[in-house]
């Protein structure tokens, strides 16, 4: 499928720079030249991009993006303006505009830049709105976002391990998404029409734990009123989910070994063994391994569970699925809240894409969760997240409450971004660069010229 681009200005130099810009097979560019074949154009074609200028022959390119995104909130678009123009269409921004770009064009491969985010952008909404069709076809599949090739190998190797009902080992940081990845892998595992229990080893004190997992007959202690089947029986047929999993005591360690390698167990306050057929899933934020040679795990469980091990990513691992992750949440809270915030603006992008994210996924899920609380509609800030961790206090838009010059304004814009970049990327020229979506020899033309040291 053909990207679609609409270009709206009636000046034939630049019709002629963006045909020579946009000259891939991949994209088709329509022009018009006036705000009244803009509209006939915009009702007519799905664009994924449009790109207006300021003033117009017979109306302003501002009033005619505020009328195309009351049709179509999610549509991408940039503005061209001049420099006397520039703080109207910087607070147009935060009204919901990706972006903006001023007249003359000094650098062709930023111009190119911008236009390539603002149709990444566009992609991931439509993935999440296709996403979501899916979700309401098949209520309760498991959702995994995926866009980096960190993700992509893990997804593979969930695919040719899940058919083959053996032990899974899963490893990583707290809030990537652990239990995400066991639901995949039971969703497409042999058992996917059995039962799939969870069970969080470091939440329940032992004995709590050992009832849970076990059962339990009536009177085998003093509260327990009748006889309770436990996870291992429940399971049968399905998976059983051990979170944190070195969290456990060695007590249930030696007591889940017993289960594994027998495939029988007993209820507490019963001698009778009962068969069960689960698969078991492991998941842990510990190193099992290190944890092992600690003593604090046994090792003859360590070597029964660890056949296939998946470690999920840090976020900062997969920045390429920041923006996809965010677009899902913010679909997911808005159906929930019943609102209609965003689209997210240019700042907003830039703090999440820069934020050290420490606390993973389940971290950017409730900062895009107090975002929609905080909004009744509307674009979406930085500011709505709270404080990111690791973002430096990073607002663009404070540039402009200060009324600065433009000039002025823009430089300390850009060595705020530059610098967050660079930050986000421990120092990585190489990673910034392609993050920022500018080439590696002009990113270091950029810090050279901003004074930004980087790391030998």
Not at 55 to 81: C, K, Y
Not at 148 to 177: F, H, Y
Not at 385 to 402: E, I, K, N, P, R
Not at 419 to 439: D, F, K, P, W
């Amino acid at each position: 499928m053909k990207t679609r681009i609409l270009l709206v200005d009636d000046d034939s130099y630049t019709r002629q720079l963006f045909k020579g810009l946009l000259r891939e097979g991949a994209i088709e560019l329509q022009t018009a030249v006036n705000t009244a074949e803009a509209r006939r154009a915009f009702h007519s074609t799905d664009f994924n991009l449009v790109i207006l200028d300021q003033r117009l022959p017979d109306g302003n390119g501002l009033d005619l993006f505020a009328e195309m995104r009351s049709e179509r909130p999610r549509q991408m678009a940039i503005l061209i303006t001049g420099f006397a123009e520039v703080r109207d269409a910087v607070r147009a921004v935060r009204e919901g505009l990706f972006d903006y770009l001023t007249k003359p064009f000094e650098n062709l491969e930023e111009l190119d830049a911008v236009i390539g985010k603002a149709l990444e952008m566009d992609q991931a909404y439509r993935e999440i709105v296709d996403l979501r069709e899916t979700l309401d076809a098949r209520p309760g599949h498991p959702v995994v976002i995926s866009r980096s090739a960190a993700m992509e190998k893990l997804l593979l190797q969930v695919r040719q391990a899940a058919p083959l009902d053996t032990t899974v080992l899963i490893e990583g940081e707290s809030g990537t998404g652990k239990e995400v990845i066991a639901k995949q892998v039971h969703a497409l595992s042999k058992r996917a029409k059995g039962p799939l229990l969870e069970l969080n080893c470091g939440a329940l004190s032992e004995s709590l734990l050992e009832a849970t997992l076990f059962g339990y007959e009536k009177g085998a202690y003093t509260s327990a009123a009748k006889a309770t089947p436990g996870y291992f029986e429940e399971a049968d047929g399905g998976t059983l989910l051990l979170d944190e999993i070195a969290d456990m005591s060695p007590k249930l360690q030696a007591s889940l070994l017993r289960v594994l390698q027998e495939h029988t167990f007993a209820r507490l306050g019963s001698t009778e063994q009962r068969p069960s057929d689960f698969r078991l899933i492991c998941a842990t934020n510990k190193s099992l391994e290190a944890e092992m040679k600690a003593g604090r795990f046994r090792s003859d469980l360590y070597y029964r569970i660890n056949v296939v091990v998946m470690r999920v990513p840090a976020l900062r691992e997969r920045r390429e699925d920041i923006v996809a992750l965010a677009l899902f949440f913010l679909d997911h809270f808005n159906r929930k809240f019943g609102k209609n915030a965003g689209p997210y603006t240019t700042e907003a992008i830039t703090a999440l894409e820069t934020a050290a994210w420490p606390g993973n996924v389940r971290e950017l899920q409730h900062a895009v969760e107090r975002a929609v609380v905080s909004n009744v509609a509307g674009p979406v800030h930085a500011a709505d997240f709270g404080t990111l961790s690791g973002s430096g206090g990073f607002q663009a838009a404070a540039f402009v409450d200060q009324l600065l010059p433009f000039r002025e304004a823009r430089e300390r814009f850009e060595r705020e971004y530059f610098a967050n970049l660079l930050h986000s990327t421990g120092g990585n020229v190489s990673e910034a660069a392609r993050l920022s979506g500018i080439a590696r020899q002009n990113f270091y033309g950029h810090i050279e010229r901003l004074g930004i040291v980087t790391k030998s």
